[in-house]
């Protein structure tokens, strides 16, 4: 069995536990309903794409999602092996170009099943001319599953555009730009490789964001009812200050700077006009002074605009 090499920066940013240094250059981060969302979508991909290679290729094969990372391009490529297959694709109607990434003795094996052959180990060449319409042949009908997977998050309509070989020659995106990178644990016979998935992080985001199926287990929707009751109830128990104030008035600097105790200011409220209930300077609700006992109070009605359809109505 052969294991495409992947560079240990990959490997080890995997098996690193604890907590996780924070980037400034992306500070948009999928979220956990997104990449569930991307998981779905990605395992159904999977499973049909394994399905499509059994019966394309004859031999008996297999492909599972293992991981959805966010990443930075630069990082993407430097994680790839070189030699590599990459095709270059467009999601219409999506923007922006996504790339799929099969290591390079998987493709071979790919090959050598369609031609009849048994598989085993193959050389690391360029592929010929007989070869390459084949590999094209195998990667449009795995775009076609990719289609199939994404088919309840939006229409897809997946296109070849090119193959690459080496990632480091191929500028599909600037190198700080965030992307998605889904990968996959392809079998293919006696070969096992794993495959990416690399999507802009500007193209699937909007997608993900007009995406309303989020699955819950049980324990997590009690826990986020849980937590709903809570913020209900912090907030209805929350004190906040309430003023009732009349309409204000307009006055020159020199008159309120000889403002004296007992002098008197005309606010020029009308008489039929309530006083507005407000919170931070939001009127929410009007009312008519009063008092309850000793203290001052007021008693909240009708706004002016509620009220003057009715009393236009009984004249």
């Given at each position: 069995?052969?294991?495409?090499?992947?560079?240990?920066?990959?490997?080890?940013?995997?098996?690193?536990?604890?907590?996780?240094?924070?980037?400034?250059?992306?500070?948009?981060?999928?979220?956990?309903?997104?990449?569930?969302?991307?998981?779905?979508?990605f395992?159904?991909?999977?499973?049909?794409?394994?399905?499509?290679?059994?019966?394309?290729?004859?031999?008996?094969?297999?492909?599972?999602?293992?991981?959805?990372?966010?990443?930075?391009?630069?990082?993407?490529?430097?994680?790839?092996?070189?030699?590599?297959?990459?095709?270059?694709?467009s999601l219409?109607?999506?923007?922006?170009?996504?790339?799929?990434?099969?290591?390079?003795?998987?493709?071979?094996?790919?090959?050598?099943?369609?031609?009849?052959?048994?598989?085993?180990?193959?050389?690391?060449?360029?592929?010929?001319?007989?070869?390459?319409?084949?590999?094209?042949?195998?990667?449009?009908?795995?775009?076609?599953?990719?289609?199939?997977?994404?088919?309840?998050?939006?229409?897809?309509?997946?296109?070849?555009?090119?193959?690459?070989?080496?990632?480091?020659?191929?500028?599909?995106?600037?190198?700080g730009d965030?992307?998605?990178?889904?990968?996959?644990?392809?079998?293919?016979?006696?070969?096992?490789?794993?495959?990416?998935?690399?999507?802009?992080?500007?193209?699937?985001?909007?997608?993900?964001?007009?995406?309303?199926?989020?699955?819950?287990?049980?324990?997590?929707?009690?826990?986020?009812?849980?937590?709903?009751?809570?913020?209900?109830?912090?907030?209805?128990?929350?004190?906040?200050?309430?003023?009732?104030?009349?309409?204000?008035?307009?006055?020159?600097?020199?008159?309120?700077?000889?403002?004296?105790?007992?002098?008197?200011?005309?606010?020029?409220?009308p008489?039929?006009?309530?006083?507005?209930?407000?919170?931070?300077?939001?009127?929410?609700?009007?009312?008519?002074?009063?008092?309850?006992g000793?203290?001052?109070?007021?008693?909240?009605?009708?706004?002016?605009?509620?009220?003057?359809?009715?009393?236009?109505?009984?004249?």
């Amino acid at each position: 069995m052969t294991t495409a090499s992947r560079t240990p920066g990959r490997i080890s940013r995997r098996g690193q536990g604890g907590p996780t240094a924070y980037d400034f250059r992306r500070p948009i981060k999928l979220s956990r309903e997104h990449v569930r969302t991307l998981q779905i979508a990605f395992e159904t991909y999977a499973r049909s794409c394994g399905t499509l290679l059994t019966t394309r290729l004859r031999a008996v094969s297999n492909v599972s999602l293992i991981s959805i990372e966010q990443l930075n391009y630069d990082e993407y490529v430097a994680s790839l092996a070189n030699p590599t297959i990459i095709a270059v694709v467009s999601l219409d109607p999506l923007p922006g170009t996504a790339l799929l990434e099969i290591a390079q003795s998987a493709v071979m094996t790919a090959i050598d099943h369609m031609l009849g052959g048994p598989g085993g180990a193959q050389p690391e060449r360029p592929l010929t001319d007989v070869e390459m319409p084949l590999l094209r042949g195998l990667i449009e009908r795995m775009l076609g599953e990719l289609r199939y997977g994404f088919e309840s998050m939006v229409d897809l309509s997946p296109k070849l555009k090119e193959i690459e070989y080496n990632a480091q020659f191929l500028r599909a995106h600037a190198p700080g730009d965030a992307v998605v990178v889904a990968s996959l644990e392809t079998k293919i016979g006696a070969e096992e490789c794993i495959s990416t998935i690399c999507l802009p992080f500007n193209m699937i985001l909007p997608v993900l964001s007009k995406t309303e199926t989020i699955v819950l287990s049980a324990a997590e929707r009690e826990e986020r009812d849980t937590s709903l009751r809570n913020l209900t109830a912090g907030l209805s128990a929350a004190p906040i200050d309430v003023a009732v104030r009349f309409q204000p008035i307009r006055m020159r600097t020199d008159d309120i700077v000889d403002l004296r105790p007992g002098d008197v200011v005309p606010l020029g409220h009308p008489t039929s006009r309530p006083l507005d209930v407000t919170v931070n300077e939001i009127v929410f609700a009007h009312a008519v002074p009063g008092n309850q006992g000793a203290r001052l109070a007021c008693l909240v009605v009708p706004s002016p605009q509620e009220s003057s359809p009715k009393e236009s109505g009984r004249r």
